[in-house]
């Protein structure tokens, strides 16, 4: 299971000589594949290397490469590991702002006309400056009379994350079981999931009576900490290796199960996420993750195509 490190961008080729002149100073790479071709308008290249980083090196190089993903729009991704895309695994993913491109809490509050009271502290929360959990509680309440006739046109108007469905495709295409985790709603969640296939749901369940929110949630918050454990229920209950898992998010509530999977993939990601996360992209959608995975264009347009 080869280390690699996986630039995704607009990129030239003095910057690869550049870059490649940088990976020889500490490893050496036996590999380099562009994942890309002509029919797309962004670059891919992956360099397999010679070894993995030692650990008293990975601080610093993770540091590095983050700092050249910010100043170049470039995605440099470091994998100590490879996952194998064809044996069956585990792909859990949170939905906010990850599976669509929306916060749910803060669509439900435009309806209310809270709109802006709620989206500054669901912002805080995601980056890790409050606690999430906290937070939920707080921002539900303020929600108590709105009529849950509104979550219909809400669903509707929510936009999907670019990649979704090329993803989904092909983790079902090779028989991967997927599941949504998310601090968001089940009303929302269990339609994304039924519309892209994916296995199984965990998310808040709304307290609605005689047609309105009460503002309180039924059940456990899903939260980081109950994230990282459904993950693990997940996987034991799967039977499946660790080193074919995924996980995928973009807040500080994502931390936990991002650095226990194998790919721990943070997607447009807070800045503090992107730092502690060990696999950041931010120049592509969803479908980065089947890059990360070694897959060609040619080979995701041939599945997506099926």
């Not at 009271?117 to 509680?137: L, Y």
């Not at 006739?149 to 993803?167: E, K, N, P, Q, S």
Request: hydrophobic share 40%; proline share 2%; with cysteine.
């Amino acid at each position: 299971m080869s280390a690699s490190i996986t630039l995704i961008g607009c990129i030239t080729l003095p910057y690869l000589e550049g870059f490649e002149s940088w990976i020889k100073k500490g490893n050496a790479f036996v590999g380099k594949n562009l994942l890309t071709d002509e029919s797309d308008s962004y670059d891919v290249v992956r360099y397999d290397l010679d070894h993995p980083f030692v650990e008293s090196e990975l601080v610093a190089v993770r540091e590095y490469l983050l700092s050249l993903s910010d100043s170049t729009n470039i995605d440099h991704v470091y994998q100590s590991k490879s996952i194998d895309i064809t044996q069956a695994g585990v792909a859990v993913f949170d939905m906010d702002s990850t599976l669509i491109q929306a916060e749910v809490m803060d669509e439900l509050a435009v309806e209310f006309g809270i709109g802006e009271k709620i989206s500054k502290v669901t912002a805080s929360a995601m980056r890790g400056e409050i606690d999430f959990t906290e937070s939920f509680v707080q921002r539900l309440a303020l929600l108590e009379g709105l009529s849950s006739d509104v979550m219909d046109g809400v669903y509707h108007r929510i936009v999907h994350m670019d990649g979704i469905a090329d993803l989904m495709k092909v983790l079902n295409y090779y028989h991967w079981h997927t599941a949504v985790l998310s601090g968001g709603f089940t009303y929302f969640a269990d339609r994304v999931a039924n519309e892209y296939s994916i296995s199984e749901v965990h998310a808040n369940v709304l307290e609605i009576e005689s047609g309105k929110l009460t503002g309180k949630h039924i059940g456990p918050i899903v939260d980081a900490a109950r994230k990282k454990v459904l993950l693990e229920e997940i996987v034991s209950n799967r039977n499946v290796d660790w080193s074919q898992t995924i996980a995928c998010g973009d807040g500080a509530n994502d931390l936990l199960m991002l650095n226990q999977a194998s790919l721990g993939v943070a997607l447009h990601a807070k800045p503090l996420v992107r730092r502690e996360a060990p696999h950041p992209i931010n120049t592509l959608g969803l479908n980065g993750i089947l890059y990360l995975l070694g897959l060609t264009s040619a080979k995701i347009r041939t599945i997506v195509n099926t």
